[in-house]
C-alpha cells in the first residue's frame, strides 16, 4: 500500500478477518495510532506480537502478517485507556519493521495476496473441517436450535478458515501461525488437525465428567451450576455492557447468613431483577426491595454485658433517684440474663412528661451494650405505619418496626416504643392489634412486615414502652405491660438532678467551663418556681440552656470573670417571671375552692369557682368539664340541699341560680375527684365564708355524703407543693399512698383525712 498504516500490536490475542473482538488500547504509541485511525482515517492494522511478554511496541517482535481493522466503538476508561470494538477486515503483510512517528506505531504493509489451491482438495478438506465444527459446537454445549448461526458454519471455506482459526481453543502460536499462512487448503488442514484435537479432549472431559458427576450429590451440582450461571452471565455482562448490580446484589444476599425461606425470597428477586428492564418501574421497586432488604441487620448482633454492678453504675450515672425504678429494671435484667427466652412481661414506663421515661430506655441499652432506638408511636393510626405498605405501593416503605430495626443496625437493640398512649385508630385498620403482634412473644420471632414480606425475628428485641397515662393505652396492650410508674420529681430532687445531670451537660454543649458560670441552690429554686411549672425537668433543662446560651456568648464577646446567677439574676437572663403562686392572687372570698387534679402532665392544682345570682335555683357549669365532672358537682348541690339544715341554710338560700366554673377552660376536665372542692365551693359561698387558706383538696363524693379515694396522689400532691398548698385534705383511704410521698413532702405539708363530706366541710370552713 502506499501510504504508512498506523499499527497496534495485539498482546495475546489474534484477530482474524470476519472476527468481532473488544480490545483495550493503553500503550502510549498505540493510542496516538488508534487517534490518527480515528481523526485522520489512517488505515489502522493489528499485529500480533510474538513475545506476549514485551511491554514495549517498538521493541516487541511481530507477526509478518496482521490484519487491517474496522473500529465498530471507542470508549475512553477514566484510567487513560481505549476500550474499542474492532472488526477484522482483510489480511496485510508488513513490509517494514516498525517505527514510531509522532509519536505513534507506523509500519508499511501490502494486502496479503492467497495462493492458488487446488479446487477440489479444498472442498473437501472445508467439508471435513465444517462437519468436525458443528460436532465441536455440539459437544461444547451450544444445540443446533439454539444457536443456529454458529452451529452452522460458513459455507465459504475462507470464512469458515477464519471462523474457526478465532474460535478454537488454541495456542498463540498456532493461531500466529494460521494468520501467516498464505494457502487456504493448507490453512484447512491444519485447522482439521487442531479440530481433532479439540474433539478428543472433549469427549475425554466428557467422560471425566461423566463420572465425577456421578459422584457429585446435588448439592455441588448445584454449586457448579450456580457458578456457571454467574461465569455466564458475567460474560453477558461484559458483552452488553451492563453494570454489575445483579451480581453485587446476589453476592450481597449469598454473603449473609439468613434462613432458608429469606434466602430463596431475596435470591428470587435479584433473578428478577436480572430479567426485567432497567427503565421499568418494577426494576425501580424490585431495586428499592433488594436495597431495603440488605440494609436490614440481618446477622448483625451485639452481645450483652452482663455484670449488674456495671448495669447499676450506668443507671446510676444516668438517672438521679428513681431507685424504686431502677431496682425494678436490674430485677429484669436479672431474671433476663438467667432465663434469655424467658418471655416476661414489657416494662412500661409511666408518668408525666420529662421525668425520664424516654431517657431510661436509653440508659437501659447503655448498661446492656446494645444499640438504641425509639419509636414514636403518638398520633399513629393506621396499622401500615407499624407493618408497612405492600412493595407495589408507590412509595412504599417498610414499617416503623423494620425501620428502627434498620436504624438501630443490629437486630438486638433495645427498642423504646415511645407515647404508646397516643396511638390511635380509624378506619384504616388499628395499629395496636400489628404492635401485639410486635410484643407478643408467641408470635413476635417470624413477624412479617408487609413491605419486606419475608419473616423476621424480633424475639431479640429488648421493648421498652413509656406512656404519660396508663388508662389510655390500649387493653389488649396493657395485658403485656408491666407498669412502673415515675410520678414526678420534688423540688429537692430537680434541684439534685440539675447539680449532677443538667448543668454539666449544658455545660459541656455550651461549651462552658464550670468556672466560667455558677448558680447559687436559691437561683435554681427561682427557676424552679417562676419559671417552670412541671413535674419533670424538661422546661427547666430549656431555662438552663437559655442562660447557657446567653453566657456561652458573653463569653465569645470577651468576658473572662466567671458569671455567678443568683436569684436576682435569673431574670436578667430569662425575662419577667412566667408562673405565679397562684395561691397567693385568689384572695379569700367565699365561693373559691382548690382541687387536685391529675392530668397527662402530671397533677395539677385546680380552682372551683362558685357564684349565685338571682333565679330559681339552676345550676350552670362551664370551664370544658367532663359528663362525669359535671355529675360531681350535681351530686354536690343535691348533698348541700339534702343536708341544709345542718348548717343553718333555710329553702330560700338555694333560690338563687348558681354558676360553676373550673378556670384554664382550654384544657378538659374529667374525673370524679373533684367532687369534694366542689362541695366545699358551694358551700362556702352559701355560707358566705371564705375557705381555710392554703388548703387543697381531693376526694369523691357520694349522695350519702361519703368521701371515696381517688388516683394519683402523689402527683396530685406535688403539684400541690408546687403550688405553694401547705394543707391537703385526703379521702381517709389513701392513707397508703402517703408512704410512697418523699419524707421532704411529708414535712412540708399536713394532710387531713376525711371519711365524709362534713368532715371536709368542718376543716375546710373552720375559721383558720
Ligand atoms: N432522674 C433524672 N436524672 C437525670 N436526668 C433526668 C432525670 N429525669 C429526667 N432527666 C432528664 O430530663 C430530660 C427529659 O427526660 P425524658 O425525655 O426521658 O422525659 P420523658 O419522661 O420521656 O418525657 P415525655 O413523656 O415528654 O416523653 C432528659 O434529658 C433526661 O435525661
Ligand atoms: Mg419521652
Redo the contacts with the bound molecule.
Keep these: 500500500m502506499e501510504t504508512p498504516l498506523a499499527a497496534i500490536p495485539l498482546r495475546g490475542m489474534v484477530i482474524f478477518s470476519g472476527m468481532i473482538h473488544p480490545i483495550l488500547v493503553g500503550r502510549d504509541t498505540s493510542m496516538r495510532a488508534l487517534e490518527a485511525h480515528i481523526e485522520h482515517n489512517t488505515p489502522l492494522v493489528l499485529i500480533p506480537q510474538l513475545d506476549d511478554a514485551e511491554e514495549d511496541p517498538t521493541r516487541a517482535r511481530l507477526s509478518q502478517v496482521g490484519v487491517l481493522a474496522q473500529v465498530l466503538r471507542v470508549a475512553r476508561l477514566p484510567e487513560d485507556h481505549y476500550r474499542i470494538l474492532v472488526e477484522g477486515m482483510k489480511r496485510v503483510r508488513i513490509t517494514s519493521p516498525m517505527r514510531v512517528v509522532d509519536g505513534m506505531n507506523e509500519v508499511d504493509g501490502d494486502l496479503l495476496i492467497e495462493a492458488v489451491d487446488d479446487p477440489i482438495e479444498l472442498a473437501a478438506v472445508a467439508r471435513q473441517a465444517a462437519t468436525m465444527f458443528q460436532e465441536f459446537l455440539l459437544q461444547n454445549g451450544m444445540t443446533a436450535e439454539d444457536h443456529a448461526a454458529l452451529a452452522t458454519p460458513p459455507a465459504e471455506p475462507a470464512r469458515l478458515a477464519d471462523q474457526l482459526s478465532g474460535q478454537l481453543e488454541i495456542s498463540q502460536d498456532d493461531r500466529i501461525a494460521l494468520l501467516n499462512e498464505a494457502s487456504l487448503l493448507r490453512r484447512l488442514e491444519r485447522l482439521v488437525e487442531l479440530l481433532a484435537v479439540a474433539l478428543a479432549g472433549q469427549r475425554l472431559t466428557a467422560e471425566v465428567f461423566a463420572k465425577v458427576q456421578g459422584q457429585m450429590d446435588k448439592s455441588q451440582k448445584e454449586y457448579t451450576l450456580k457458578e456457571q450461571i454467574k461465569l455466564l452471565r458475567k460474560e453477558l455482562k461484559e458483552l452488553t455492557g451492563d453494570d454489575e448490580d445483579g451480581d453485587q446484589f446476589e453476592q450481597r444476599v449469598e454473603d449473609l447468613n439468613l434462613p432458608e425461606k429469606v434466602r430463596e425470597e431475596a435470591t428470587r428477586e435479584v433473578r428478577r431483577l436480572d430479567r426485567i428492564h432497567q427503565d421499568s418501574a418494577e426494576y425501580t421497586i424490585t431495586r428499592t426491595w433488594l436495597e431495603t432488604f440488605l440494609e436490614y441487620p440481618w446477622n448483625a448482633v451485639t452481645t450483652d454485658h452482663s455484670d449488674l454492678p456495671t448495669a447499676t453504675a450506668v443507671l446510676d450515672e444516668?438517672?438521679?433517684?428513681?431507685e424504686k425504678v431502677k431496682e425494678r429494671v436490674l430485677e429484669y435484667l436479672a431474671v433476663r440474663q438467667l432465663n434469655p427466652g424467658s418471655n416476661g412481661p414489657i416494662l412500661c414506663?409511666v408518668?408525666?412528661?420529662?421525668?425520664?421515661?424516654?431517657?431510661?430506655g436509653r440508659s437501659i441499652a447503655r448498661a446492656l451494650g446494645r444499640s438504641y432506638v425509639r419509636v414514636a408511636l403518638g398520633g399513629i393510626k393506621d396499622e401500615t405505619e407499624i407493618r408497612g405498605h405492600r412493595r407495589t405501593y408507590i412509595g412504599a416503605l417498610p414499617g416503623r418496626i423494620i425501620r428502627a430495626l434498620t436504624r438501630a443496625g443490629t437486630h438486638n437493640p433495645v427498642m423504646v416504643l415511645?407515647?404508646l398512649d397516643k396511638l390511635g385508630n380509624d378506619f384504616r385498620g388499628d395499629p395496636s392489634s400489628a404492635l401485639l403482634e410486635v410484643l407478643d412473644p408467641e408470635q413476635n420471632s417470624a413477624f412479617v412486615d408487609h413491605y419486606l414480606d419475608v419473616p423476621v425475628d424480633l424475639s431479640q428485641v429488648l421493648f421498652v414502652a413509656?406512656a404519660?397515662v396508663p388508662d389510655q393505652i390500649p387493653a389488649a396492650l396493657m395485658d403485656r405491660l408491666e407498669v412502673i410508674e415515675?410520678p414526678g420529681?420534688t423540688e429537692e430532687d430537680k434541684l439534685e438532678?440539675a447539680r449532677h445531670?443538667?448543668l454539666p451537660r449544658q455545660e459541656e454543649r455550651h461549651g462552658l467551663k464550670t468556672s466560667s458560670l455558677r448558680f447559687t441552690t436559691p437561683a435554681l429554686q427561682t427557676i424552679v418556681r417562676e419559671y417552670t411549672m412541671e413535674a419533670?425537668?424538661?422546661s427547666f433543662?430549656r431555662q438552663l440552656a437559655t442562660i447557657h446560651r446567653k453566657v456561652a456568648r458573653k463569653v465569645v464577646e470577651g468576658k473572662t470573670s466567671p458569671t455567678v446567677i443568683g436569684p436576682a439574676q435569673v431574670s436578667k437572663f430569662l425575662g419577667p417571671q412566667r408562673f405565679y403562686q397562684e395561691l397567693a392572687e385568689r384572695g379569700d372570698l367565699p365561693g373559691i375552692a382548690i382541687g387536685l387534679a391529675w392530668t397527662a402532665a402530671g397533677g395539677a392544682i385546680l380552682f372551683v369557682e362558685a357564684a349565685k345570682m338571682e333565679g330559681k335555683g339552676g345550676l350552670k357549669l362551664t370551664g370544658s368539664l367532663g359528663e362525669v365532672m359535671k355529675e360531681s358537682a350535681e351530686a354536690a348541690l343535691t348533698w348541700l340541699k339534702s343536708h341544709a339544715s345542718l348548717y343553718n341554710l333555710d329553702a330560700t338560700a338555694f333560690n338563687v341560680d348558681i354558676h360553676l366554673h373550673v378556670p384554664a377552660g382550654a384544657i378538659p376536665k374529667d374525673g370524679p375527684s373533684a367532687g369534694v372542692s366542689m362541695v366545699t365551693a358551694l358551700a362556702s359561698l352559701l355560707l358566705g365564708k371564705a375557705v381555710r387558706q392554703r388548703l387543697a383538696m381531693t376526694g369523691e363524693i357520694t349522695l350519702r355524703g361519703k368521701v371515696l379515694p381517688v388516683g394519683g396522689v402523689k402527683e396530685k400532691v406535688l403539684a400541690a407543693r408546687r403550688a405553694g398548698v401547705d394543707t391537703v385534705i385526703l379521702p381517709r383511704h389513701n392513707h397508703m399512698d402517703l408512704d410512697d410521698i418523699p419524707r421532704v413532702l411529708r414535712r412540708d405539708l399536713t394532710f387531713h383525712l376525711v371519711d365524709t363530706v362534713e368532715d371536709v366541710l368542718a376543716f375546710a370552713l373552720a375559721e383558720g
Design positions: 444516668d438517672h438521679y433517684g428513681l414506663f408518668g408525666p412528661p420529662g421525668v425520664g421515661k424516654t431517657s431510661l415511645d407515647e413509656t404519660n415515675l420529681y438532678i445531670f443538667l419533670g425537668v424538661r433543662e
